[in-house]
């Protein structure tokens, strides 16, 4: 059984830092994109960062290239987000998924419906 679980969510000021994880346990995450999206109350889900896990290749949304860093450790399974500067426009709910592909950099991986794994979220609130 697969399962994804986030971590490290949290209520942080504007400029301030949080480093979210997202543990895999069931699933092997080598050779695989690994991904972080977030959803803003009434918003749509929207992808922030992948990894391709077989060669620590990482791919970002625009907007949020260089303040937001995407990372994994094989050996314990396990996808970081480490974001930076955040504002409050990045509060959101926080979601890590896999998707069985090593193809992460196409306009496929962006696309929640093409992941297969999630997890159950972790709220980030950053406040002005």
């Known amino acids: 059984q697969v399962e994804l679980v986030e971590s490290g969510g949290g209520s942080v000021q504007a400029g301030g830092s949080l480093r979210l994880s997202c543990v895999a346990s069931?699933?092997?995450?080598?050779?695989?994109?690994m991904a972080w999206f977030r959803q803003a109350p009434g918003k749509e889900r929207e992808g922030v960062a992948i990894i391709y896990t077989g060669d620590d290749s990482t791919y970002y949304t625009d907007s949020l290239k260089g303040r937001f860093t995407i990372s994994q450790d094989n050996a314990k399974n396990t996808v970081y987000l480490q974001m930076n500067s955040l504002k409050p426009e990045d509060t959101a709910m926080y979601y890590c998924a896999a998707r069985r592909s090593r193809l992460c950099g196409g306009p496929g991986s962006w696309m929640s419906g093409h992941y297969h794994y999630w997890g159950q979220g972790t709220q980030v609130t950053v406040s002005s």
């Open positions: 069931g699933y092997s995450s080598s050779s695989n994109c």
